[in-house]
């Protein structure tokens, strides 16, 4: 069975655990006030162009988001998103749990616009309704497409006319920055979100997010929400050994690379081969229509993720490659589409 | 610098280590849903002689403690701990974030008594009050010291006869267990406690804690909460993995008992040059009391980690070993005192 | 300027001020334990015929909305309900605030259908998605409409099935059994709902709200709810003696029927002059649908609720009668019509 | 039976009566908007001498604390109190809900003091522990007793230094500034304080407690926190009405002399027939000790507060007047004792 349904299936880079073990028996201190962390620090301020940014470490991606969210509203305020946005849809209500609505804005392609975050505002006045404070998208989204740059230039726009706080969820950030089509760069993202994170977990990690905070209002305090939401690691530097290594010679963005390579690859064999997609995008999640006879002959062989019945005979699925995808996996799969 | 602060200042058991990098490349499903999990779950209750618990892996410990806590409590319910109680003192507020009131007892030595239990109990009646529904202890303590058979079974008991649930923090259970003057064991906590967890982050693992439900009534639905609270690793293996090693052929006892011994040893040492301690105890974490002077002539050398003021010429200090713990250190460090 | 934008521009009816005055300077014991409150839960539960019913009585309708909501659902779990649902849009994110999300189902007439929440059940599966425990509606609704017997009890039917609670909003549950076209008793909801509250507020009292709970599994420790919430009234018997009065002699009906007939002239009247409305009902509000102009007519001498923008040169409005409307204010709107 | 137990048995102060009636079938707007709540905010404002300080209306004590509480404090920050603290002790744990750790100083008399504020403020620091922000006082407090002009004055100092907002919960502060040792002006305590409620359902009122804010830091969106939490009461007018009245005229103190002057009576008698006291205070809240024989023989004619158990054949009780105490009752009961 080889596994294309999602981009987690594997541990981490080898040159990930290549350190993990050469630093296994250091000393450091912990909850991620050690050099291993320092220096990822600094190597993720200058691959954003953002010297003042604060940088934190979490294990994953709904934590992230959950603290990240916790910590910026107060009690009455709410988080804008797409009606697709991961933290509406597959996180168990986290947002909530921390008391906190998501206001949701119809999408077809996982991304919002300017306007309709604009028109959101206009209509949520006065006490008898939550008040909107941050935006929330993803990027790559939920459904592999990315903002460009002008699209985020709008959105950073509308939210800092109307004060509220630009959010990233990042954890696909690399497929999304080495598409094909992408004209955003990290230094841009910082410049125009007030605070974002950089994922690892899907991106050669064992796990790992990088929340970066270029806002000051969003600064004070932040290590304070990530204990009390449980996300403070106490061997903190296993998180920032990771992240060191991934921002060493732009490891980070050579193996998304090479997953929207293959991803590439495998697309322009689906469109030779006539199938059409729930999404079109250029990152590494594909969302082929197939028939669900085909489906039945691919599925001994090949794990998918099912996304949703198309019609009586065809069904969406998802085709994820990663960093660990192996380009014989990937040429096997086009002979059997 | 020797670091004696802490007992999570490195990395991981070598075995670990080892059983990561081969495994590495594997792909496997995630959120704990792989074999690796299951393999160690099936351990664990074989561990505890317990075939009906309920196994779920955590990152660490706040997070472990907040999500029994969160899963347990009906709003208007609390947990009844000592006023040392981690969860009271140094998890920034994590239960109440969740919504929940912390009851404190009164503890010299980090314990807490089945009689002062029963008290609080009847103490707190009627719907002004918060009702008692949890009792939370740790062991070993945040002071070091240990249960008895005796004195859990009791706690166990008055649990019962109100309804409580008796939850045990075992971030340290392996030194508790491992301890000369023990007399517990696995199966005798998971016959008496209705949901507690073993640490692995401070006994050998890079990180995480297995929870281990026996009670039917806490099962239901838990892996929401671990989803919803950010608790939820996408490469759940790993926690698996670690989990199998600890638990294969022994491993988590032995290297519990190497620390110990290393503590028993150091602990001697102390004695006879006249140290008195905050509290006694016989497992991984020693408090003893010692002359600002000497403090500040090991400083260079050795790493503690401050507890507090005795008087105006002498501090309590708190020195751990752990299974990483060389021989050779804890030999310089007696030459030292 | 007469107000018809709400049903709350007065105090409360005459016979209630009566005997407030009268038991003023009775002493009592507090939070309703008085034998107020007893009588006027004896005489609830006869109406309802539902002699093991707990009933509580309340403030306001956002306090009961989120009282039953946190006292009803584990922190994964949420409450479903139509988009327009005053939980949803109205009270600033407080189900969110107790932690809960709202799961929103299209709705035209602010009604849902058993087939809705049959479906979204079937979507709503696995520990990555928040967990449907609670059908929330409002009867009559926000747009002035009225559940049948028969809808009424498919939607039981399917919550029961799915093991949902089904709990009706009845802040105007008096305008809504006093329509001309309702089908539905006291007796009926008592018996098809889990828990649903009589409202006072809108219904001749200065403020009340009385929580009916008929599920056993909904009745342990709401005391404690209330009180937490900050919903427990100190001098309770307030609650209690407004609606003793209301359910002697049947008051609460015929008040409720006076403000309906009202508005069934008005809607006579409005139809006769070629008005149509947003959406059509047969309860205590009406929903025209009036060019501006005429809008700018009325305004000087009469107050509506302005609900939205229709098209270019007409709004949609509210009107609503109450128990307090004047026959003599209606007359005077039909001739200005 | 006379109930002496507390001061809210009866209903409300014939004034307050009369105006209810009167203004009964008024038209205005709701929550809070109306001309009633304008006018009594401006008789506040000028009675504290701030006439820049926002005046909102609340029904209850519990709804207060935990509306303000809410409101001030961020997820990870915490309340200094007294143990005997109402949010404490007899809340269920209401500010716990919203999310807030209550730090609690011990006290024997129910007020804590500058220094222990700062010993706390030096105690927590650090991201592991909450972080403290609010002090929560009460005048008169739990046990009857007030402060001084110069201990608020050192509170005030204390908090100013360490960024703490100072929180007066005032449910009985008509009964601590009438006290005949007490130095404080409804100005003093505006100057001093961040925030404070003017207590009306223990002093004149069915119900109601006006809260004052004068740090410019707390007033932003506090509307949105009483309709979240379900405070925001429709009929808003009722409270305006009462505190017009209360501050028309100086009557809430006039009827807050008139209990506290009931009570030297009474306290008078009982030092004369040698009764201790559990607190010695001078508001109209006397806690003597009895022994249970006398207790036993009181017990079918008037009602008490039972406190505690003292020694084995004596008990604390509390005796309340209030503004609906009769004097004739008072004798009784003094020739009783």
Redo the contacts between chains.
């Keep these: 069975?080889?596994?294309f349904n999602?981009d987690?299936?594997?541990?981490?880079h080898?040159k990930i655990?290549e350190r993990?073990?050469q630093?296994?028996?250091?000393?450091?201190?912990?909850y991620g006030e050690d050099y291993h962390c320092e220096k990822a620090r600094e190597l993720i301020r200058a691959a954003c162009n953002a010297p003042e940014a604060d940088v934190h470490f979490l294990?994953?991606?709904?934590?992230a988001?959950?603290?990240v969210i916790?910590?910026a509203l107060?009690?009455?305020q709410?988080v804008i998103g797409a009606a697709s946005a991961h933290i509406h849809?597959?996180?168990?209500?986290?947002v909530?749990?921390?008391?906190?609505?998501?206001l949701t804005l119809p999408s077809e392609d996982g991304k919002i616009t300017a306007k309709q975050v604009e028109d959101c505002c206009r209509e949520y006045v006065g006490?008898?309704?939550?008040?909107p404070k941050m935006v929330y998208i993803s990027n790559s989204t939920e459904l592999g497409t990315i903002y460009s740059k002008e699209e985020l230039s709008e959105l950073s726009k509308v939210c800092r006319r109307n004060h509220l706080y630009l959010f990233m969820d990042g954890a696909r950030l690399g497929y999304g920055l080495a598409a094909s089509d992408n004209t955003l760069s990290l230094e841009d993202i910082a410049a125009l979100c007030d605070v974002f994170y950089i994922g690892g977990?899907?991106v050669g990690a064992?796990?790992g997010e990088a929340v970066v905070i270029t806002n000051p209002e969003l600064k004070p305090?932040f290590?304070?929400?990530?204990?009390?939401?449980?996300?403070?690691?106490?061997?903190g530097r296993?998180l920032g050994i990771q992240f060191e290594v991934l921002f060493e010679d732009n490891l980070y963005m050579k193996i998304s690379s090479y997953a929207d390579r293959l991803a590439d690859k495998l697309r322009a064999a689906l469109t030779a081969a006539g199938y059409s997609y729930l999404v079109e995008n250029q990152t590494n999640q594909i969302f082929p229509i197939m028939s669900d006879e085909k489906l039945g002959q691919l599925q001994d062989k090949y794990c998918f993720n099912y996304e949703r019945r198309i019609d009586e005979t065809h069904s969406a699925v998802r085709i994820c490659t990663s960093w660990?995808t192996k380009e014989e996996d990937v040429e096997a799969l086009i002979k059997d589409l």
Tied chains: 1, 2, 3, 4.
């Design positions: 069975m080889i596994r999602c987690y299936s594997e541990g981490a080898e655990m993990l073990i630093t296994n028996m250091e000393q450091t201190p912990g294990v994953g991606g709904t934590q988001n959950l603290t916790a910590a107060r009690p009455h709410c849809v597959h996180e168990t209500g986290a909530e749990a921390c008391g906190h609505k998501i006490e008898h309704m939550v008040q977990t899907k064992l796990f305090d290590r304070y929400f990530i204990k009390q939401r449980g996300g403070m690691l106490a061997k296993l660990a």
